[in-house]
């Protein structure tokens, strides 16, 4: 209807011109001046709706700008989902973050917290800024983030402008800056915290502004972490034994083969120790399997104390146990071994019932040649243990040129 208006209004000035053309005197100055008022008219709408859809083409630019700019964060998300995929821990995953991050929010400081294996606090895991000011604290306690507490994110704003105050913080927010925490939850787990800072005058604007992107980072994440967790336990259950949680008897099998190749060409000796728990099944039927089976976990808990983070414990069967000690002689293994051997005993008083282990060893190459007797000959020297009365350390004869053949010596008795 605007448009017709127009159009009739221009189609007047026209008529009024001719017609100002075609008389003479008063009329004739009447008509060029309402062609000339309808022109000025027509020229001040034409001014307003090429002002509008000037108006309605930037509007139509911002639109596609944004349109743009949204489809390339969700090229990047997708990008950074495939990325995470193939991350095998937790530092791949942080670096992952890291780089998607410095893509998505340029101007924002970030740090990735993440809850240590006690879940009693978060340790600091990534970060990253542009300012050298930036410094997040080294853990955080569950118990002082509102965000956890909250379980959802939480907006930490220290600057009083404009009339408005600043909001709860946490005890640890970072310095002046403002931030924003997103708790990264998966499969009704928390695994950690994302923050992500900004010292700009309307940081709790920008901070509003980027919650979005910020809760897609945090799920992406934590659903990342969880994979790699759910991958790690896996993984820990096809090695370890679930009761003691020492190494299971495959794992040791494999490790065995590769300590004794790699001694033999390092040229240094290997020992094995075979470990029984004397009287064992009496002690289940006097006091029941669960008094049992926390003996086992006692006497896995003193080995693992005891012995090197280099050395191999396993469950080899039952009550039997096996270590694997490299870089240890046949004399060094036999000490070792009678230590471990009263600490066993000393867990009697703690259970109220006689606990005992017999000891057999065998080395390589002092008393073997290699991973296909060294196991039956510590299990040989452990059965002269038991023959000898338990309770005690035998090592395995040593080899005797042309004459590998021996009974088991008793190297310890108590």
């Known amino acids: 209807m605007a448009r017709m208006a127009v159009h009739a209004v221009q189609f007047a000035c026209a008529i009024s011109a001719v017609a100002s053309f075609l008389t003479h005197g008063t009329l004739s100055r009447a008509l060029a001046g309402f062609a000339a008022v309808t022109a000025v008219f027509t020229l001040s709408v034409g001014i307003r709706y090429g002002r509008r859809a000037v108006a309605e083409l930037d509007g139509h630019l911002t639109l596609v700008a944004q ?7 969700v090229e990047e ?100 800056a403002s931030s924003i925490e997103v708790p990264m939850m998966a499969r009704g787990q928390v695994f950690g915290l994302l923050v992500l800072a900004s010292e700009a005058a309307d940081a709790r604007e920008q901070l509003h502004d980027v919650t979005r992107i910020a809760r897609a980072l945090a799920d992406s994440i934590s659903l990342a972490l969880s994979n790699i967790a759910l991958r790690e336990k896996l993984r820990t259950q096809s090695l370890r034994d679930p009761l003691t949680g020492l190494y299971n ?31 064992f099944k009496r002690l289940n039927d006097d006091h029941g399997h669960a008094k049992g089976d926390a003996v086992l976990r006692d006497v896995a808990g003193q080995l693992v104390s005891t012995l090197r983070p280099s050395d191999v414990i396993a469950r080899y069967g039952g009550e039997e146990l096996l270590v694997i000690m490299p870089k240890c002689s046949l004399e060094h293994a036999a000490a070792k071994a009678e230590l471990l051997r009263q600490r066993v005993e000393a867990l009697s008083a703690a259970h109220g019932a006689q606990v005992s282990a017999s000891f057999g060893i065998a080395t390589v190459p002092e008393t073997a ?33 042309g004459d590998d053949k021996g009974a088991p010596r008793l190297a310890a008795a108590n």
Not at 67 to 73: E, K, M, N, V
Not at 255 to 269: D, F, K, M, P
């Open 77 to 176: 998300l997708f990008a950074m989902t495939d990325m995470l995929q193939a991350a095998d821990d937790k530092e791949d995953a942080g670096a992952v973050l890291m780089a998607s991050a410095r893509r998505l929010l340029p101007d924002l400081d970030g740090a990735l917290y993440l809850f240590n294996n006690s879940r009693d606090r978060l340790d600091l895991a990534q970060s990253w800024s542009q300012r050298q000011a930036f410094a997040p604290a080294p853990t955080l306690f569950p118990e002082t983030c509102w965000a956890l507490k909250r379980g959802k994110p939480h907006v930490n704003d220290r600057q009083v402008s404009g009339g408005q105050v600043g909001t709860l913080c946490c005890p640890h927010a970072i310095g002046k």
């Open 369 to 401: 040649t290699g991973a296909g007797d060294v196991v039956a000959m510590a299990d040989s020297a452990l059965y002269a243990a038991k023959q000898a009365g338990k309770n005690r350390v035998v090592t395995a004869p040593r080899r005797v040129r």
């Open 67 to 73: 349109a743009s700019a949204a489809r390339a964060q």
């Open 249 to 279: 008897r495959r794992y040791m099998e494999d490790a065995l083969e590769r300590y004794i190749n790699l001694a033999q060409r390092t040229g240094t000796s290997i020992s094995v120790l075979m470990i029984d728990l004397d009287n």
